[in-house]
């Protein structure tokens, strides 16, 4: 059989193994996990981790752009922000010009666990045995799935 004929057959398949969504669940699940350990030593979890991530890169924004950037809907960010907010990460204030919009920003706590992060990319790196090329061509392949497949 040749890997087209393989492939014609995986396209129809209801075996677990051979679905796209599930490998990328797993593969999503397995990352995480690796995360983990190096977010435990910094206090956070892996969706704060992400919230900071946006913060650090932004600055301070509403939390309906930071929700937008991770793709979460204002229900799930909101707990997160709670959590951060009680653990001094982050403030959360509203917005002077439009009462309805709350601001997010690190607090003084939440940049200096910036400079902390720092080592966690280079940390995963060595967890997944890929080398940055082979990081950018799946990262790229995987932005492209996702750009297809959102309406």
Request: with cysteine; glycine share 6%.
């Amino acid at each position: 059989m040749t890997n087209q004929d393989e492939d014609e057959l995986a396209v129809g398949s209801l075996l677990l193994d051979d679905q796209l969504c599930f490998a990328l669940y797993a593969a999503q699940r397995a990352v995480t996990a690796a995360y983990r350990p190096v977010l435990e030593e910094l206090g956070l979890t892996y969706p704060q981790y992400l919230v900071l991530l946006v913060l650090w890169e932004r600055g301070e924004t509403t939390v309906k752009e930071l929700a937008a950037a991770l793709r979460l809907d204002y229900g799930t960010v909101s707990p997160l922000l709670k959590r951060l907010e009680s653990a001094g990460v982050v403030r959360r204030e509203r917005a002077a010009h439009d009462e309805r919009s709350v601001l997010v920003a690190c607090t003084g706590r939440g940049e200096e666990l910036r400079e902390r992060a720092a080592r966690v990319p280079g940390a995963l790196l060595t967890a997944t045995g890929l080398d940055t090329a082979g990081v950018a061509r799946l990262r790229e392949e995987l932005w492209q799935l996702a750009r297809a497949v959102t309406p």
